[in-house]
């Protein structure tokens, strides 16, 4: 019987496009330039859109962008973007933040009718003093650069909203993608590194809620001189304990991208255990990519997902978890 290094050794050669692999691959121990990392099984196919940029010798943060816009603009998607599932309200609000290697940022909270808020948080980052916009506000300014009305909510996702409204119970369920966020870490061909991260929230959720997604060291870190994190799952914990600037941190403290990631998850347990809290209907997974090309990631519970592209290979793993 092969073992597992053999066996991902082998199917890489064989030019497999998709694998499942444990996190032990996932360490990154061989550090490679170009890459792209993005959560889900969504990532997959967002990485192939970010790789026409990072492919082509362009840069991370062009490539994150476009990545992410590509799951936006799915109507299919039932998390991000246009298809994305509305409050308890009805109302698809979006919230997306974006971040370079030199800590230059952008970020839109509760923002509707704008099909792709992270290029709203881009023009934030780069045409504003500030780095957050929030609601009429975030609209307001989309429109004012060029970005057009849409309806949001398709046909599907009313439907399913409607049919919820019959019993209105707030139950999110892990490991469903139709509950979380697409977030992307990429590292350059010169070395820069970029993140993105881009959600329609919490399905059901309370009229104004705002998760961690587009917070600037919750959902989302990038530092050029250690690495770039992002973050997955229920939003309100990982703000708890500003996940992201946490697994970024423990890399520039000289962890590997793996290990940052499995302290930063032990943190959110910790959490949970001194307020005695349920968290059976929790799940939290974050991403890391430091800046030699090394990756990894970790997650609190089984069934987190994230993909994976360089030069040779295009992979969907399976993160390790604590429990």
Request: aromatic letters at 8%; charged letters at 25%; glycine letters at 10%.
């Amino acid at each position: 019987m092969q073992n597992r290094r053999k066996f991902i050794k082998n199917t890489l050669l064989a030019g497999a496009s998709f694998a499942l692999a444990d996190n032990v691959f996932a360490s990154g121990k061989k550090g490679k330039k170009p890459i792209v990392l993005s959560t889900w099984n969504f990532g997959k196919k967002a990485n192939t859109e970010a790789w026409k940029t990072l492919g082509s010798k362009g840069n991370a943060l062009d490539a994150v962008e476009k990545g992410v816009r590509l799951i936006e603009s799915d109507p299919t998607e039932r998390s991000v973007g246009k298809g994305g599932r509305p409050d308890r309200d009805g109302h698809v609000t979006l919230d997306a933040c974006i971040m370079n290697h030199l800590f230059q940022c952008g970020s839109v909270t509760f923002l509707e009718q704008i099909e792709n808020p992270v290029s709203v948080a881009r023009m934030v980052m780069e045409k504003t003093p500030h780095i957050m916009l929030s609601g009429e506000g975030a609209l307001q300014f989309a429109l004012a650069q060029g970005f057009e009305k849409t309806n949001l909510l398709v046909p599907e996702s009313e439907k399913e909203w409607r049919e919820w409204l019959k019993k209105s119970e707030y139950k999110p369920i892990i490991n469903i993608e139709n509950h979380d966020t697409i977030g992307m870490i990429a590292l350059d061909q010169i070395g820069n590194l970029a993140g993105a991260c881009t959600t329609s929230g919490l399905a059901w959720k309370m009229h104004g809620r705002v998760g961690d997604s587009p917070i600037i060291g919750a959902g989302l870190y990038v530092d050029g001189e250690a690495g770039a994190a992002t973050a997955t799952g229920h939003g309100e914990e990982v703000i708890r304990v500003v996940g992201s600037f946490r697994v970024v941190e423990n890399m520039k403290r000289g962890m590997s991208p793996q290990k940052a990631c499995e302290e930063a998850v032990k943190q959110i347990k910790k959490l949970f255990d001194k307020r005695n809290a349920d968290m059976s209907n929790t799940q939290i997974g974050f991403l890391a990519l430091n800046n030699k090309g090394e990756y990894g990631a970790f997650a609190l519970k089984k069934g987190f997902q994230f993909a994976v592209k360089s030069e040779d290979s295009d992979l969907l793993l399976d993160a390790n978890y604590l429990s």
